[in-house]
C-alpha cells in the first residue's frame, strides 16, 4: 500500500467535499427548492460554469481511457482527442443566451422542462425522460467502476472497499448539496485537473529527456507512433474527423451540459466562460493525452490502458504529489458522476413525479423526495457496480452517441427552427436512437466514420421530415 | 414593448450562434489541414518544432492556442451584453 500517495489523493478528496458541504449550508431559501437544488438558482459565475461544464464533460474516458489508448496508438490520438476543445466554445454559443433567454421564460429547470414547454408533448417528455434516465444512469455505473478501478490501483485497497468510500463521499455530499455544491466542487475539481495535468505533463518530459528525445524513442518502438494514423495505420483522416461530431459538436446535446448552459446568472459570466471554458478544456486535453503518448517512451510495455496514468504518475512523482495529481482524475470521475446522478435524479423528481404523478407537490416534500431519491439512486448504482451485469456495459457503449443522436435537433432546431414540431421532435428522436443502437451492433463505422454521425444525418431528416409532414394544424 | 426587447435580445443570439458555427468550422479545417497536410508525407522527411513533429505542433498545439485566443477576441469584440430579468428588460 502507498501510503504517502494515499493520505494525499484522500486528503484532496476530503477538502473537495468538505467545500460541497459548507457550500449546501449557504444555501438560500429565497427561490424555489427545485430551481435551487438542479439549477443553483441560476447564479453560476463565469469561472464555475467553465469548471463545471469542462470537470462535468471529462469523465473517467479522457482521463483514464484516453491517455490509455494514446499510450498505444501515439500521436494519432492525442490529435483526436483535441477535438473537445469545440465543447469549450461551441456548446455555449450554440445554446447561448437563445438557451438562457428561453428557459428563463418558460421557467425550466431541466432539459426536459425545455422540451416539454417547446413541444408541448406528453409523449415527447415520456421519450426523452426514459431515454436519459437509461443512457445515464449506465453512464454513471461505468464511471463508477472507473472510480473504484482507480482508488484501487493507486492505494492497493481492494475493489470493493475503494468502490465503498468512492460512493459514500459522492452520495453524501450530492443528496445534501444539489447543484450549487456540484458546480462548487467542480470548480475546484477542474482547477485541480488544469495544474495537475501540466506537473504532470512537465514531469514526464523532464523523465523523459526532453521532447525531442522521447519523440525519438517513440520513433524507435514504432515509427507510426509520431504520424497522425496512429499504431497500425489505421486511423483514417474520416474516422478521426468524425470525432468532431462525437465529442465536439454533438456534445451540445448532453443534457448533464446543456443544463449548465441554462444556469449562469448573467452574459458577463458566459463571456467569461467561454474564454476561461476554451483554454481550460484545450490545454487539459492536449496535457492529459501528451503525457499516455509520450509514457510509452518511459515506461514500456504497459498492458492495461487504464493503468498508464496511475503507473506513469507514481514513477515520475514523488509519491505524495502523484497522490494530489491523480486527485484530477478521481475529481473528473466524481464530478461527472455527481452531475448525472442530480440529472437522473431530477428527471424522475421534476420531469415524471411532479409533471403528471403529484402536481400539487408542496416544498417540503419535494425536498425530501429529491434527496430521497438522489440518494436511493445512489445506493443502486453502488449495487450495481459491485457486480456490473453485462446489459450496463452494453448499454454505455450508446450513452453518449445515442443521446446525441436522440436529442441534438430537438434541442438545436426547438431553439432556432421556428416550424420544428413535437412530430419532428418525436421522429427524430426515435429515429436517431434505434439508428445509433443498430448500426453500432450491426454495421460498424459506416463510410469510415463514427457511427453517430451518420445517425444525426438520418435524425435530422427525421426531424424535418416529420415537423414538415404532419404540420401542428393537422391535429 | 416587451416583444420588442426580446426580439433585439434573439437577433444577438442568433448572430452569435452563427459566430460559434464559423468558429468551429475555422478550427476544424485548421486542425485537418495542418495534420494531414504535414503528418501524410514519409516520416523521414518530418520537420521538427521545439522536439514535436512539425504536424502535431502546428495542428494540436497551435491549434489549441490560436482557438482559445480567437475565442478571447471575438468575446470580447462582437459578444453583446444583455439582460436576462424581465424587470431589467423594462428599464431599457
Not at chain 1, 427561490?31 to 443553483?40: E, P
Not at chain 1, 493525452?289 to 507514481?314: N, T
Not at chain 2, 437577433?11 to 504535414?38: C, D, P, Q, S, T
Amino acid at each position: 500500500m502507498n501510503w504517502h500517495a494515499t493520505i494525499t489523493l484522500f486528503g484532496s478528496v476530503a477538502i473537495i467535499f468538505l467545500t460541497g458541504l459548507i457550500a449546501s449550508r449557504n444555501q438560500s431559501s429565497d427561490k424555489s427548492f427545485i430551481q435551487d437544488y438542479y439549477l443553483g438558482g441560476r447564479s453560476l459565475g463565469g469561472f464555475v460554469l467553465a469548471m463545471t461544464m469542462t470537470a462535468t464533460y471529462g469523465s473517467a474516458s479522457s482521463f483514464i481511457g484516453g491517455p490509455g489508448v494514446a499510450y498505444n496508438q501515439g500521436l494519432g490520438w492525442v490529435l483526436l482527442s483535441v477535438t473537445q476543445v469545440a465543447t469549450g466554445y461551441f456548446t455555449l454559443m450554440i445554446l447561448g443566451k437563445k438557451f438562457a433567454i428561453i428557459t428563463k421564460r418558460y421557467n425550466a429547470v431541466t432539459m426536459v422542462d425545455f422540451l416539454k414547454e417547446r413541444y408541448q408533448s406528453k409523449t415527447v417528455v415520456v421519450l426523452s425522460s426514459i431515454s436519459i434516465v437509461i443512457f445515464l444512469f449506465s453512464a454513471m455505473a461505468a464511471q463508477w467502476i472507473g472510480g473504484g478501478r482507480l482508488i484501487e490501483s493507486l492505494t492497493g485497497l481492494s475493489y470493493h472497499s475503494a468502490l465503498f468510500i468512492f460512493v459514500i463521499t459522492v452520495l453524501i455530499y450530492v443528496t445534501f448539496g444539489g447543484f450549487r455544491a456540484v458546480t462548487l466542487t467542480d470548480a475546484i475539481q477542474g482547477s485541480i485537473m488544469f495544474i495537475g495535468t501540466l506537473v504532470l505533463l512537465i514531469a514526464v518530459i523532464i523523465a523523459g529527456g526532453g521532447v525531442p528525445a522521447i519523440i525519438n524513442e517513440l520513433n524507435n518502438i514504432n515509427p507510426n507512433l509520431i504520424t497522425p494514423f496512429g499504431a497500425d495505420g489505421t486511423l483514417t483522416p474520416a474516422y478521426v474527423s468524425s470525432y468532431w461530431v462525437l465529442v465536439g459538436v454533438g456534445v451540445v446535446a448532453l443534457p448533464q451540459i446543456a443544463v449548465r448552459a441554462m444556469s449562469y446568472k448573467n452574459t458577463r459570466s458566459f463571456h467569461r466562460a467561454l474564454t476561461i471554458g476554451t483554454i481550460v478544456v484545450g490545454v487539459i486535453m492536449l496535457n492529459m493525452h501528451i503525457i499516455g503518448a509520450f509514457a510509452r517512451s518511459i515506461l514500456p510495455g504497459i498492458e492495461i490502458g487504464d493503468k498508464v496514468m496511475p503507473e506513469i504518475a507514481l514513477h515520475v512523482l514523488p509519491a505524495w504529489v502523484a497522490g494530489i495529481v491523480l486527485a484530477a482524475p478521481l475529481a473528473a470521475i466524481m464530478s461527472t458522476v455527481d452531475s448525472l446522478l442530480l440529472l437522473v435524479s431530477s428527471t424522475i423528481v421534476k420531469d415524471i413525479y411532479i409533471n403528471y404523478i403529484n402536481p400539487q407537490v408542496n416544498r417540503k416534500k419535494v425536498q425530501k423526495i429529491s434527496m430521497g431519491i438522489t440518494a436511493i439512486l445512489g445506493i443502486i448504482v453502488f449495487l450495481i457496480a459491485v457486480n456490473p451485469p453485462d446489459l450496463i456495459i452494453w448499454l454505455n457503449l450508446f450513452a453518449i452517441g445515442g443521446l446525441e443522436a436522440a436529442f441534438i435537433w430537438p434541442i438545436v432546431l426547438g431553439l432556432y427552427w421556428e416550424k420544428g414540431n413535437r412530430f419532428g421532435a418525436l421522429s427524430s428522436m426515435l429515429v436517431g436512437i434505434l439508428s445509433y443502437v443498430l448500426l453500432h451492433s450491426f454495421y460498424p463505422d459506416p463510410f469510415g466514420m463514427h457511427v453517430v454521425v451518420t445517425s444525426i444525418v438520418l435524425s435530422l431528416i427525421a426531424y424535418i421530415g416529420g415537423s414538415l409532414i404532419m404540420k401542428e394544424q393537422s391535429l | 414593448m416587451l416583444t420588442q426587447h426580446k426580439d433585439y435580445r434573439i437577433k444577438i443570439a442568433n448572430r452569435e450562434a452563427l459566430i460559434g458555427i464559423g468558429l468551429v468550422l475555422f478550427n476544424f479545417i485548421w486542425w485537418f489541414g495542418f495534420a494531414y497536410g504535414l503528418g501524410s508525407g514519409d516520416i523521414a522527411g518530418y520537420d521538427y518544432i521545439f522536439g514535436f513533429p512539425a504536424w502535431f505542433f502546428y495542428s494540436c498545439i497551435v491549434g489549441v492556442l490560436i482557438m482559445a485566443v480567437l475565442v478571447f477576441i471575438i468575446v470580447k469584440k462582437f459578444f453583446v451584453e444583455v439582460p436576462f430579468d424581465d424587470e431589467e428588460l423594462e428599464k431599457r
